[in-house]
């Protein structure tokens, strides 16, 4: 049975297309900087958005009623997702996908009921897996959906919680491992206060990077060889959460001995809560070395939540593609597409057109990054700028050979006004959109 029996089989048809249900842009096969497209991106599919999510709100339930949905057993509704979300992924050529625990099927009463659920829904999953070659990018466990998760996870000031954040996070590994998952993914939804007159923050951060060190240690132990990753979010669901943006990560992995195991998947809506831009915190884990995996989506300038629209802003893209290409690409990790449909685009369609524009639109931005970078003077006048840091004096101060003292005598007369140029830049930048 056909989920979606309107919808072909993407073709790509080029930029004077007027099919819908056609790339644009996105050639799979097509070679940029010696890697094809495909590789650059290896775009992945969001199982929650995609085939969980409804369209409910605060204010509002679910305006989309899915097909594959409807079933009262939950491990044969977890199948119908499941061949629903391989037709879906074929259609497309999305050769990876991403999944929390709970959004593969439901959790059981007990933890070995959880157990069971997810086995017996991974049997079908990697059938699928098998026949279409798509592969599992991230797995990760939902430690923020159920009550018992309110006052965190790891960061939970009770131990009982903290316990069965243990034995899900453990089940989530296994089943990761065992679909061949390339990556795994700590989102600290609740791992956060909302009041720090009730909260022991140091506390609450060496168990969550304990706990983290123990999940490491277990999934290493079953013989994973991937790349954990951590998502910064600074806000929502919690006031201040404690991944709160790159530089946060990045200075917490160190503290707590992980960053030799762990990299960051920034996402771009929650670089912008942040107050940052997305190519800021692609830089700053970049920096890091540190940067594995991004969740593309966008926010809305209009207001501050978490509002996981698909890309469409092709200025911004090139940005953070520059960052991206600049460093020589994301460690391990891909773009996972974190974004959802609006409430009121009901149509089964819509996820076709959703993606397609997100994909089409990542791939006008690598070339148009990629001709920046190439034809454009960019990368000279921005070398330029330091270019003092590069002979003489400039340096023996890089490599760490003047002291202080050694350092004020060269002061000499008021150093030349030197402009930074940054209309040229931008004006540059936009002459290859
Ligand atoms: C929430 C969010 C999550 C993570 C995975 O804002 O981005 O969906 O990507 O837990
Ligand atoms: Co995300």
Redesign the pocket.
């Known amino acids: 049975m056909s989920y979606f029996p309107a919808v072909p089989q993407i073709p790509f048809e080029g930029p004077e297309t007027d099919n819908p249900f056609a790339f644009r842009h996105y050639e799979k096969t097509q070679t940029v900087r010696g890697r094809t497209m495909a590789e650059h991106f290896k775009f992945a599919c969001a199982y929650w958005h995609t085939f969980t999510n409804g369209g409910g709100d605060p204010f509002g339930g679910p305006t989309r009623v899915y097909p594959w949905d409807r079933k009262p057993d939950p491990v044969d509704r977890a199948r119908d997702k499941a061949d629903a979300a391989f037709e879906f992924m074929t259609k497309l050529g999305l050769d990876w996908f991403c999944f929390h625990d709970r959004d593969l099927v439901d959790e059981g009463t007990t933890p070995a009921e959880s157990e069971r659920l997810l086995a017996a829904t991974a049997d079908h999953v990697s059938e699928h897996m098998a026949d279409t070659g798509i592969g599992l990018l991230w797995g990760t466990a939902n430690l923020f959906s159920h009550p018992r998760y309110m006052n965190g996870a790891a960061t939970n000031p009770d131990f009982a919680v903290v316990a069965h954040a243990a034995a899900q996070v453990q089940q989530a590994l296994d089943v990761t491992i065992r679909l061949g998952g390339e990556n795994y993914v700590f989102?600290g939804g609740r791992e956060g206060y909302m009041s720090l007159l009730n909260t022991d923050m140091k506390r609450e951060l060496d168990n969550l990077g304990r706990f983290l060190g123990l999940a490491r240690d277990y999934a290493r132990a079953q013989g994973f060889t991937g790349t954990f990753f951590i998502?910064p979010k600074p806000c929502e669901p919690s006031k201040h959460q404690y991944d709160y943006d790159a530089a946060t990560v990045v200075g917490f992995l160190r503290h707590y001995g992980l960053a030799d195991d762990f990299k960051l998947n920034i996402?771009v809506n929650h670089a912008t809560l942040s107050g940052h831009t997305f190519e800021h915190e692609l830089q700053v884990a970049a920096d890091a070395g540190m940067l594995g995996s991004i969740?593309a989506n966008r926010g809305d300038y209009q207001n501050g939540w978490d509002t996981d629209q698909f890309p469409n802003n092709l200025h911004e893209l090139t940005e953070a593609m520059l960052v991206i290409l600049r460093a020589g690409g994301l460690q391990g990790g891909g773009v996972n597409f974190?974004a959802k449909l609006r409430r009121n685009s009901t149509d089964l369609e819509d996820l076709f057109h959703a993606h397609i524009g997100g994909m089409d639109l990542f791939a006008r931005a690598l070339l148009a990054a990629d001709r920046i970078l190439e034809e454009s003077p960019i990368e000279a006048m921005r070398q330029e700028r330091y270019a003092s840091f590069d002979a003489g004096s400039g340096a023996a101060f890089a490599r760490g050979k003047l002291s202080l003292s050694e350092l004020a005598a060269l002061a000499a007369g008021e150093p030349e006004m030197r402009s930074g140029k940054q209309e040229l830049f931008e004006n540059l930048v936009n002459r290859y959109l």
């Open positions: 989102w998502e996402e969740d974190d």
